[in-house]
């Protein structure tokens, strides 16, 4: 059994899930690398040997959540790192959006990440040790317009992380939730999906970020090999974060988001305290 932590990434065929398991196999960590199609991840595992392991998992389905993490701790011995990064996005307003695109994308980006979760902690649980790692997003936090749904599965895996913090702690299990602002990956590309068509009454809202999104897609500021290398050092901190925002937007919006929060927080001091009982 090796000694130095074992990683576990899902969606490794592109983006954040490739660089990052490029960057542990080059550290010498243990690796599984995922995908829906392990052809696209075997090139990754070819060139560490057994060190690597490539397996098919597609997040959605539980027999390939069971079958993998068998796999995963049959070949190593154990999972000390879960990455949940496999997702997809959609596009569009809120009316227009399609309902069965969007159970899809809830599929892959809640349900899939909790099952996952749920399937790697008896281990962790039993050795009293492990870091779950969920890739969230900016929208996690502050919800843009044409993005309504995809926000939502981020929120929900926001409120999952830190629920799952606080019911793992005493355990020596540790959960990063990252929160990444525009990459280079193919969120905005081929891994989302949008409305064929924005109504009239949308184009300035939707519309306009639909058309900002797309035309923006590969000249993102966010490097995700930088990432990959944070993300690590956050797993490692010996005081690790919660959160983990990637990116100076991030950053960003994220200070703004706090700033709305006070000013309509204390705004409203007085009415939110008025709807508690008097006291006897």
Known sequence: ?????????TGCSTGFGRELARHTLELGYPTVVTARDPKQVEDLARQHGDNALALK????????????VSAAEKHFGRIDVL???AGIGYFGSLEESDIDEV??????NVWGLANMTRAVLPGMRKRRSGTIVN???QGGLVANVAVSFYAATKFSVEALSESLSKEVAHLGIKVLIVEPSGFRTDWAGRSANEVPQTMEDYQPSAGARLKMLREFSGNQPGDPVRAAKAIVQAVE???PPLRLLLGKEALLNARKKITELQRDFDAWAEVTESADAPKA
């Open 1 to 9: 059994m090796t000694s130095k932590p074992v990683w576990f990434i």
């Open 103 to 108: 159970r899809k994308m809830f599929e892959i």
């Open 83 to 85: 990455v949940n990064n």
């Open 57 to 68: 998992l597609d997040v959605t389905r539980g027999e390939d959540i069971a079958s993998a």
């Open 237 to 239: 901190a010996e005081d």
């Open 135 to 137: 890739i969230s997003s």
